[in-house]
Structure formats: structure tokens, C-alpha cells
């Protein structure tokens, strides 16, 4: 079963109906009052409409002001922070309360200070029917991925880890492994602060109730960005990879998939705009293409439409003239605009890699791959002074280059060249005339020392100016190079590739992804309620809120899957690296499922926001939005 099957039947299924239970008395709708961070992890994995469907009227905001409803119950599904708490103990400071009856879900463990404030609410206590905490800290991406929504998580953790963040790291990766019921994972390390957080995630595991559930077997590999650089910086030719780098903060809103779609229509002399939800049959079908098979893909998905409803010939209209002809028929409109979402999405990459000049014929977009890979088109190893002497003809020849281009060249040729001799880095540095603002994150990025070769592995990389790439990652990128039919700006695949298979096959290095010793663990949700907590009844977890007591839920469908991979990445994982394990877990025998995560996920524009200083990277809150 997927990892997001499994947060949205913890919701509907355990959660909203057992509260529903608890009320007791018939009442059958209550509103959701979520925090802005709660929203994005529900929204992650929900629909409005899901929610429909268990009682819940609407979604509300905590931090906003509402209307008073005494005659209707609340969930509220909340961080337990202190200024959560007091937000809700400010909603019944009186006998006239915001709400009827009142159940309590907060996503990681709360402290005893502040339970202690809900027994001392006289006008809340009373009204409580249920408490409850969920492992529920992260959001999804897909099946396969998710991550803690945390993008500082770059400079926080590297090169000195904040003792806050990594305590809360601990917290959720725990939490997402007593999501899927994992209890004794296996644990892989990269490095002394992965061997860290990974020791502390079995000793928070090991604070919880046995499971009523039987374990199955799970290898987590716990990785830092540093393992590949890489593939943060360098494009990548797949659909959503695109999508994501070059669209983000253009025609799609990255933290909510949506897409702003200008649309006119016959008889109409204005273009309207037009939100669209980037998740449908035809997005799931061309994720993981290449842009141009994902060009070809619609365009015949388009010819098949037409000849099916008897249209003129292909040749006797325009693709786009065609869509608008077929969107007369209600029958064919929501077909249509899809097809004419993922047309427009294709055509506007296509123009941001042109005014990137990733394709011009200086070809940036070949010089990225060799600088990748360390082997060029022809499957030849690279000289590094070749490299250095096309990047600084490119900063002086072209001058007009955007200054964030030249900043993502330079950070990818000093991610993968190692032991640059600082007068040369200082040439490149000088010649690339960077932006200040560009400037200040390549310091920042050079600051955490991701990009620097690892003590252990310096004795393998020698003392001189060389290529980072291993001898398993070299052969991989010669065959590329000279595969029939791949795309030359297609020879670069993350490092996480060969790790995921050599991990799958036992034969990842014991000496550079070390063991954490598997302590007895537990994974039951943790009962919240406390007996002197007025009003609220007295609930078992195993009875009562946990995956055991769902009948034909997600207890049933647990044989599906027999075994897994979990990765993750401090400092955050790429659509690249999502795309991977899912081309890895295609090869493995069935029942093995591969999940992907990270401190947060990261495409090049993001990770460049992150280490920009926190008055030009702060960001604009959406308000909640279940599409």
C-alpha cells in the first residue's frame, strides 16, 4: 500500500470517523480548524471532496478569525505549539463557546504543560469527546515521496546542525515509520550526523507501545545532500522536472499544483485565467517522459480525440485551433483542457529553455551534462581545465547571461570538481559577475561544505583537481553517451540510482553507509487522552484509533506490500531522484516498495531561495485550498 493511502485512511478512516463516533449523539458534520502547516500536510494527500464525504462542512484556518458556531462541533488538527493551545482556549473563555462539542488531534506528542492548560478550561474541558495524536508531520509527493516542508534545513544542518531542527528531523522520520508500521527498520548511515539522527529514530521508536500489528521487513538508508550535489543543480529533460524548475513561480504554483491557465474562447475578445489542478490521468502518464515524448504523447493523444469525433484532417487545422474546435463538444471539454493545460505547460518550457539559452548553440545545456557527468557526448572522461576554460569563455563571451544561469554553472562545476585551487575558483568567481544577491548564495552554499569532498572520502579522491564522479557513476555515464536513442542533454541520472540498487541487492559499502543497530521498537498511535481531562472519554489506542480496529481498511491491505526502501536525504531530495526509485522499484521483485524523502524537496530555483538571506526568501502563506 502506498504511503499516501495510508495517511489518507489514518484521516478518513481512523481519525474523522472515530471522532465521529466519540460525539455520541447523532451529529453528524463538524468544521476542520487546521494550522497553515497542518493544511499543507492534509492537503498533500486530501481532497475536499474526501472530506465531504466524512461530515467535515468546511476547512478553516486557526490563525484567522471565525464566526462563532454553538451549535456545531470542531475538530481541530493542529501542531501542538503553545500558540495553538491558546488560540483554542481563547474560542471558549465563556459559556457562549465558538463551538458545541470539541475533539482534539495535534500531530506530534504534546507536552504535559500544555495538557494541563486544556484541564484547567473550564468551558472547554467539559466539551471535549476526544484527544487524540497522530504521526502525521509530513507532507506526500506521489506515492512514493514526502518531506518535512522544511527548506532551511540546508544552511540549518550544514555545516553545524541545529540541535532544534535535528530533534524535530527525529520526530517525523519516526513519525512516518509508524505510519507505514514499520517496527524494527534497518538502518543505513552516510555520515556522523545520519549515524545521529538515525540511532535517536529507533530510541523514539522504541518509547511506543508494541504494535498489534505484524512487522514487515524495511531498510531505511539515511543520506546528506552532499552524497550528490549534482543532481540539485543540473537540468533535467523529464516532464515534471521541468515543470517544477522552470514553471514554478511562473504559470504554477509549486506549493499547491496549481496551474493558471490563460483560456479564451470563440465569440470572446478577452483571455480569462483558469486554475487547474496539476494531477490527472494524463500528468501521471507523462511525468517521468522526456519533454519531447511528452510533446509527441500529447499531440497524438490530441490526433486520436480528433479522428474519433470525426474532425477535419490533422493537417488542415492547427493543434491549437483543433482543441478549441473540440472543446464545443461538453462532452469532450474536460478532456480538452487538460490536453490543452499540458500542451501550454510544454510550450512555456520550451521558451524558458530558450531564454535560459540551455539550447543555444553555445550549448550551456551540453556543457551542464559534462560538468555533471565527468564523460561527454562521445563517452569520453572530460579534462577539467577544458571545463574551467568553456565556463569562463562563456561568462566573458556572453555578459548577458542571466545572472541566476551563470549561479547554478558555477555551484554545479564547484559541487562536482574537487580540490579547485582557490585562485581558480576565485577566476570563475570574478569572471561570472554575478548578481550580489547571487552572489550571497553561492557563498551560502559554499559555506555549508556540501560541496566539498567528505574526510572519509579524500583518501580515494586524492589531493588534485579531479572529477567527483565514481568509477560505478563513469561507466553508467559512458553508457548513456553512447545509447541509441537517448537524448545527449539526457546522459546525467543522480548517484541515487546506484546506491538504490546497490542497496537492494546487499551490496552497498559497508565502509561509506554504515549500520545503526536495530533496537525493539513500537508503533501504535499514542493515546493523548489523560483520565483528568474533563468530558473527554477514556479511549484505548490499539481498541480504539489504530489501523487494527479499522475494519477493511488498512490492516486488510497490508500483504501488498512484503518489503521496503526508504531514503532520506537531509538537506532535501529532487524530482530526478523521485523519478529513480520509481525506475528502481519497477526492477524489484513485487511486493518491494521504494519511498523517497527529505527535509524538504528541492528543484534548483528553491534550493537557490533557501540560502538567499531570509529577508529576500521570505514567502507569502496560501490560505487553505483543498481542490
Known amino acids: 500500500m502506498s504511503l499516501r493511502r495510508t495517511c489518507r485512511e489514518l484521516v478518513l478512516q481512523v481519525v474523522l470517523r472515530r471522532a465521529m463516533k466519540a460525539g455520541g449523539d447523532g451529529l453528524d458534520r463538524f468544521q476542520l480548524v487546521v494550522d ?86 473550564p468551558h472547554l474541558a467539559s466539551r471535549v469527546r476526544s484527544f487524540v495524536e497522530v504521526p502525521l508531520s509530513f507532507s506526500l509527493v506521489q506515492d512514493r515521496g514526502f518531506h518535512f516542508d522544511v527548506p532551511e534545513a540546508i544552511t540549518a544542518l550544514f555545516p553545524v ?115 487547474m489542478l ?51 463538444a461538453p462532452e469532450m471539454r474536460d478532456a480538452v483542457d487538460r490536453m490543452s493545460l499540458h500542451l501550454a ?19 550551456l545545456g551540453l556543457l551542464e551534462q559534462d560538468t555533471a557527468c565527468g564523460i561527454d557526448r562521445n563517452g569520453k572522461d572530460v579534462k577539467i581545465a577544458n571545463l574551467q576554460q568553456t565556463l569562463l569563455k562563456i561568462f566573458i563571451d556572453r555578459p548577458e547571461l542571466p545572472s541566476e544561469m551563470k549561479l547554478r554553472l558555477l555551484m554545479l562545476y564547484f559541487a562536482c570538481v574537487a580540490n579547485i585551487p582557490e585562485a581558480n575558483r576565485s577566476k570563475l568567481m570574478d569572471a561570472a559577475k554575478l548578481e550580489p544577491e547571487d552572489h550571497q548564495v553561492l557563498i551560502a552554499m559554499l559555506r555549508t561544505r556540501l560541496m566539498e569532498v567528505p574526510e572519509s572520502q579524500r583518501l580515494k579522491q586524492g589531493t588534485g583537481c579531479a572529477h567527483r564522479v565514481t568509477k560505478q557513476q563513469a561507466m553508467r555515464f559512458k553508457k548513456n553517451a553512447v545509447a541509441e536513442g537517448r537524448f545527449e542533454l539526457s546522459r546525467f541520472e543522480p548517484r541515487l540510482k546506484e546506491i538504490l540498487e546497490q542497496l537492494a541487492e546487499d551490496r552497498l559499502s559497508l565502509e561509506d553507509f554504515g549500520v545503526c543497530q536495530s533496537e525493539s521498537t513500537d508503533f501504535g498511535l499514542r493515546e493523548a ?26 490492516d486488510a491491505e497490508r500483504t501488498e506490500t512484503s518489503h521496503r526502501i526508504v531514503i532520506f536525504v537531509l538537506g532535501g531530495f529532487t524530482h530526478s531522484e523521485l523519478r529513480v526509485a520509481a525506475e528502481v522499484q519497477e526492477k524489484l521483485p513485487r511486493g518491494t516498495e521504494v519511498l523517497m524523502g527529505g527535509t524538504s524537496l528541492l528543484t534548483p530555483k528553491r534550493l537557490i531561495r533557501a540560502l538567499r538571506p531570509k529577508s529576500d526568501a521570505a514567502e507569502g502563506v496560501d490560505g487553505p485550498d483543498l481542490t
Not at 511528452?294 to 488542415?316: F, L, M, Y
Open 345 to 363: 505547460m510544454i510550450m512555456q518550457i520550451h521558451s524558458r529553455l530558450s531564454q535560459e539559452q540551455i539550447l543555444d548553440p553555445l550549448h
Open 36 to 121: 497553515e502547516a497542518t493544511l499543507r500536510v492534509i492537503n498533500s494527500f486530501l481532497k475536499m471532496g474526501d472530506l465531504h464525504g466524512e461530515g467535515v462542512t468546511s476547512v478553516e484556518l486557526i490563525e484567522e478569525s471565525r464566526q462563532p458556531l454553538p451549535g456545531l462541533d470542531a475538530m481541530y488538527f493542529l501542531r501542538p505549539f503553545p500558540e495553538n493551545v491558546e488560540r483554542i482556549l481563547g474560542e471558549f473563555k465563556s459559556a457562549a463557546p465558538q463551538h458545541r462539542q470539541v475533539h482534539l488531534c495535534f500531530t506530534k506528542p504534546v507536552e504535559q504543560s500544555l495538557l494541563s492548560k486544556f484541564t484547567e478550561a
Open 278 to 328: 496539476l494531477e490527472d490521468p494524463l500528468w501521471e502518464e507523462l511525468r517521468y517522459m522526456h519533454i519531447e515524448a511528452a510533446r509527441s504523447h500529447v499531440e497524438a493523444k490530441v490526433d486520436d480525440v480528433k479522428r474519433q469525433n470525426n474532425q477535419k484532417s490533422s493537417t488542415a487545422m492547427s493543434t491549437s485551433a483543433m482543441l478549441e474546435q473540440l472543446r464545443g
Open 161 to 275: 546542525p541545529d540541535p532544534q531542527l535535528v530533534s524535530s528531523i527525529v520526530q517525523q522520520l519516526a513519525d512516518v515509520c509508524r505510519c507505514l508500521q514499520t517496527t524494527t527498520p534497518s538502518i543505513r548511515c552516510q555520515s556522523d550526523l545520519c549515524h545521529t539522527i538515525g540511532q535517536r529514530v529507533l530510541r523514539e521508536l522504541s518509547m511506543h507501545q508494541a504494535s498489534a500489528l505484524p512487522s514487515q521487513p524495511c531498510q531505511l538508508l539515511i543520506l546528506e545532500r552532499s552524497v550528490d550535489m549534482a543532481a540539485a543543480l543540473v537540468h533535467e529533460y523529464s516532464y515534471e522536472a521541468c515543470v517544477f524548475d522552470l514553471l514554478d513561480g511562473n504559470m504554477l504554483d509549486g506549493d499547491r499544483n496549481v496551474v493558471t491557465l490563460k483560456t479564451s474562447h470563440a465569440g470572446e475578445n478577452k483571455d480569462k485565467n483558469k486554475e
Open 529 to 554: 487522552g489523560y483520565a483528568d481531562l474533563l468530558g473527554a472519554p477514556a479511549i484505548q489506542a490499539k481498541d480504539d484509533w489504530s489501523f487494527a480496529s479499522v475494519a477493511g481498511g488498512v
